[in-house]
């Protein structure tokens, strides 16, 4: 049996970690530093728009105390969970059919793959300002659709119960093609013997993609579930820039909720970043829950 080599001595690894040192500086500076400062922070009493009455003070916990009793800050969250639940199941339901369909080998798909990820290379803010012009009840293209077609032409982002699903809907429009890149991936690794052999045994194509597509599909959707689960709870820009946590505050999502505080109306800065310490502590709690549960997102 071959024996181990001896690991290098540490004067030959120096040059090493000199040339790792920037990089590793810089990685400090710009994540575990902000991260450190927002939780200091947080357990100050810092309100701006006192001026000098405003100065940073200790007050430990109190902030996180507030953060309990604070009914907007549970709203918000219930309308993130609203929404993001609405959003990814229309998102999954659409990203899977796309993908199944653009695996097809037919002409043109390539074409047809670009058009499903074009709306990715759109930013958040121009998707919002976009749908937002084409949701107008009075000017609106859809609404002036409907209104030929003499349907209903609902008020989309000025009614409390159609905002949220509104929002989902456009988030959908925007993201689906992260999904379909995703799920395309994981149907284009399948290998095709599999599906042939199923086909020759007399199975129909029902029954090659529940027992053989979509176990093997597994990790992927997973995958695709956490990647667009985390991304729709930190959701801001999208509302910001359509509804601005209207009508009747129905959309106010949990990071509306901590630029309102901290650098929109009330510039309190010390409540704002404890409002973003608990968000991050309880998206790491999801997280962390979703990989015990589902190992298979790893693979």
């Not at 030959?12 to 400090?28: E, N, Q, S, T, V």
């Not at 993001?84 to 993908?99: D, N, P």
């Not at 199923?198 to 029902?206: C, H, K, N, Q, V």
């Not at 993609?209 to 689960?229: D, E, H, S, T």
Request: charged share 10%; hydrophobic share 55%.
């Amino acid at each position: 049996m071959q024996s181990r080599r001896p690991g290098l001595p540490w004067q030959r690894r120096l040059p090493a970690y000199w040339l790792a040192a920037p990089g590793f500086l810089l990685l400090l500076a710009v994540t575990l530093y902000p991260i450190l400062d927002g939780l200091y922070i947080s357990l100050h009493q810092w309100n701006w728009s006192y001026g000098q009455a405003g100065a940073m003070r200790w007050i430990g916990l109190g902030n996180y105390q507030t953060l309990v009793q604070d009914p907007l800050f549970w709203s918000s969250l219930l309308h993130t969970l609203n929404f993001s639940v609405i959003a990814i199941v229309i998102e999954f339901s659409l990203g899977l059919t796309c993908a199944l369909l653009l695996n097809l080998d037919l002409p043109g798909i390539t074409f047809f793959r670009s058009v499903v990820i074009f709306p990715l290379m759109i930013s958040d803010i121009v998707a919002a300002v976009m749908w937002k012009m084409l949701l107008d009840p009075s000017q609106g293209f859809i609404n002036y659709v409907l209104g030929a077609l003499n349907w209903m032409t609902p008020d989309w982002l000025g009614d409390p119960h159609a905002a949220i699903p509104a929002l989902a809907v456009v988030d959908a429009w925007w993201q689906t093609g992260n999904i379909v890149l995703i799920l395309l991936a994981g149907l284009q690794s399948l290998p095709r013997d599999l599906i042939e052999m199923s086909m020759i045994d007399g199975a129909s194509a029902l029954q090659s993609f529940r027992y053989i597509a979509l176990p093997w599909l597994r990790p992927f959707i997973l995958f695709a579930l956490l990647f667009r689960a985390v991304d729709l709870l930190r959701v801001f820009a999208l509302v910001w820039g359509t509804t601005a946590g209207g009508p009747a505050e129905q959309t106010i999502v949990s990071q509306l909720y901590v630029y309102t505080q901290g650098l929109g109306s009330y510039l309190n800065i010390g409540y704002a970043s404890a409002l973003a310490v608990a968000l991050a502590l309880l998206m790491g709690v999801l997280v962390a829950l979703y990989l015990r549960f589902t190992p298979e997102v790893a693979v």
